[in-house]
């Protein structure tokens, strides 16, 4: 009985022990983690504080939050947009804003022009004309001239300085080049300055270009047929004033006149001399007649020639050649413009790649088929060859070929 009891006893003081012990690591975690509550009227234990421990004082503990959504577009780029606004202090951009008005009483240059057009009225041909455009600051601050400029080439200025100063005046100089061919004209320039309320003038020039020598014909038309008559070109003062013939000249010298310089006359009927070797060598040419008038140095005359013979084609083209692949070109004619009947002495191909296959006669002509056979070549993408036929007693002509190779892989 006794062993029962000691046995009791013993449990009941370890059960004592161990809630004891219980209870004082309870106080010390609850010391460590939350404020012990106060109750009214008790004292406030303080931990003191050890290298070891945290704050005394800690946050109370947050849940975790949740993982986060992944965010649309528009929220991920919404940083840049914010980083992209303007500061409070900033103006706001877009078409809202508006533009400071400057002040109406501040002091400002003012350019004023004397007049805005020029008539020049009646014009030589030909000629350098001056005129002048007189201005003022009228403003109250210095006026600077920015810029100035003409609308084409036969337009010249000068300005002796950009810069005016309130009450000064200046003078545009303008040199206008007349054309040579008679009518109205009219030219444009503009000036651009610091004027806050018309910063641009334009200025314009005008007139009529007057001939003051006519001629006939406008144009000659040559021929290298045998003529009767010698052409002739027909000078008139229209302004009654005498002049003289200097001289006349023509492209390759084709085309000369007989004249007596010292000769002074209202009109003057000159007698071309053509010289038709050398006219076969051009279609298209000038002459310019040389003369004393005041108004009218010079009178061009434009003029053509018919040339004795008509190639078709002129030139031979070839594409995606081969080498050593003939190409085959038929109906190429030689015809005589002026239907004179003709013969053919001799042919040749300055490379030696072109050879006539056929040749007939037919009317004011003759027609060819030829083969083409394009040289081996491992450099150039092109050849070259030059197909000449002599006329007997007559002309020598020619005909180009050119030719490209397939593009090599």
Same mark, same amino acid.
């Given at each position: 009985?006794?062993?029962?009891?000691?046995?009791?006893?013993?449990?009941?003081?370890?059960?004592?022990?161990?809630?004891?012990?219980?209870?004082?690591?309870?106080?010390?975690? +609850?010391?460590?983690?939350?404020?012990?509550?106060? *109750?009214?009227?008790?004292?406030?234990?303080?931990?003191?504080?050890?290298?070891?421990?945290?704050?005394?004082?800690? /946050?109370?503990?947050?849940?975790?939050?949740?993982?986060?959504?992944?965010?649309?577009?528009?929220?991920?780029?919404?940083?840049?947009?914010?980083?992209?606004?303007?500061?409070?202090?900033?103006?706001?951009?877009?078409?809202?804003?508006?533009? +400071?008005?400057?002040?109406?009483?501040?002091?400002?240059?003012?350019?004023?022009?004397?007049?805005?057009?020029?008539?020049?009225?009646?014009?030589?041909?030909?000629?350098?004309?001056?005129?002048?455009?007189?201005?003022?600051?009228?403003?109250?601050?210095?006026?600077?001239?920015?810029?100035?400029?003409?609308?084409?080439?036969?337009?010249?200025?000068?300005?002796?300085?950009?810069?005016? +100063?309130?009450?000064?005046?200046?003078?545009?100089?303008?040199?206008?080049?007349?054309?040579?061919?008679?009518?109205?004209?009219?030219?444009?320039?503009?000036?651009?300055?610091?004027?806050?309320?018309?910063?641009?003038?334009?200025?314009?020039?005008?007139?009529?270009?007057?001939?003051?020598?006519?001629?006939?014909?406008?144009?000659?038309?040559?021929?290298?047929?045998? /003529?009767?008559?010698?052409?002739?070109?027909?000078?008139?003062?229209?302004?009654?004033?005498?002049?003289?013939?200097?001289?006349?000249?023509?492209?390759?010298?084709?085309?000369?006149?007989?004249?007596?310089?010292?000769?002074? *006359?209202?009109?003057?009927?000159?007698?071309?001399?053509?010289?038709? +070797?050398?006219?076969?060598?051009?279609?298209?040419?000038?002459? /310019?007649?040389?003369?004393?008038?005041?108004?009218?140095?010079?009178?061009?005359?434009?003029?053509? *020639?018919?040339?004795?013979?008509?190639?078709?084609?002129?030139?031979?083209?070839?594409?995606?050649?081969?080498?050593?692949?003939?190409?085959?070109?038929?109906?190429?004619?030689?015809?005589?413009?002026?239907?004179?009947?003709?013969?053919?002495?001799?042919?040749?191909?300055?490379?030696?790649?072109?050879?006539?296959?056929?040749?007939?006669?037919?009317?004011?002509?003759?027609?060819?088929?030829?083969?083409?056979?394009?040289?081996?070549?491992?450099?150039?993408?092109?050849?070259?060859?030059?197909?000449?036929?002599?006329?007997?007693?007559?002309?020598?002509?020619?005909?180009?070929?050119?030719?490209?190779?397939?593009?090599?892989?």
């Amino acid at each position: 009985m006794k062993r029962i009891w000691l046995i009791l006893v013993f449990l009941g003081l370890g059960c004592v022990l161990l809630l004891q012990a219980g209870c004082e690591k309870a106080e010390k975690s +609850a010391g460590m983690s939350e404020p012990v509550a106060q *109750a009214p009227g008790e004292p406030v234990a303080v931990a003191r504080k050890t290298p070891d421990l945290v704050d005394p004082k800690p /946050e109370p503990a947050k849940p975790k939050p949740a993982p986060d959504k992944p965010k649309p577009a528009l929220d991920r780029a919404r940083p840049a947009l914010d980083r992209a606004k303007p500061a409070p202090n900033d103006p706001k951009p877009g078409p809202d804003k508006v533009a +400071a008005k400057p002040d109406p009483n501040a002091p400002a240059p003012k350019i004023r022009f004397d007049k805005l057009v020029h008539d020049f009225h009646e014009l030589d041909p030909s000629s350098s004309n001056i005129c002048e455009f007189g201005f003022k600051n009228v403003g109250d601050a210095v006026l600077k001239i920015l810029n100035i400029r003409t609308d084409c080439g036969c337009t010249a200025f000068t300005l002796e300085k950009k810069e005016y +100063a309130p009450g000064e005046s200046g003078t545009l100089k303008i040199k206008y080049s007349a054309p040579l061919r008679p009518g109205l004209v009219t030219r444009r320039v503009t000036v651009s300055s610091n004027d806050p309320v018309k910063p641009v003038v334009e200025l314009t020039l005008k007139g009529k270009i007057v001939a003051r020598v006519g001629f006939e014909p406008k144009r000659l038309n040559f021929l290298l047929k045998e /003529e009767k008559a010698l052409p002739k070109v027909t000078l008139t003062s229209l302004d009654g004033r005498a002049f003289s013939v200097k001289g006349v000249k023509s492209t390759i010298n084709a085309v000369a006149a007989e004249l007596d310089p010292s000769v002074e *006359a209202t009109k003057f009927v000159l007698p071309l001399k053509v010289d038709k +070797a050398q006219l076969q060598r051009v279609t298209n040419g000038v002459i /310019e007649i040389s003369l004393t008038h005041p108004a009218c140095k010079t009178i061009t005359i434009p003029f053509s *020639a018919l040339a004795r013979f008509r190639l078709n084609p002129p030139v031979i083209i070839l594409f995606d050649a081969e080498p050593g692949k003939p190409v085959i070109r038929n109906n190429v004619t030689i015809l005589n413009n002026y239907q004179e009947d003709f013969e053919i002495a001799s042919v040749k191909s300055k490379e030696g790649i072109t050879k006539v296959i056929k040749q007939e006669k037919i009317r004011n002509g003759y027609r060819f088929s030829l083969e083409i056979t394009p040289p081996d070549s491992l450099d150039s993408r092109r050849f070259t060859d030059e197909f000449s036929v002599q006329i007997k007693e007559g002309d020598l002509l020619k005909i180009k070929c050119q030719g490209f190779y397939t593009r090599r892989k």
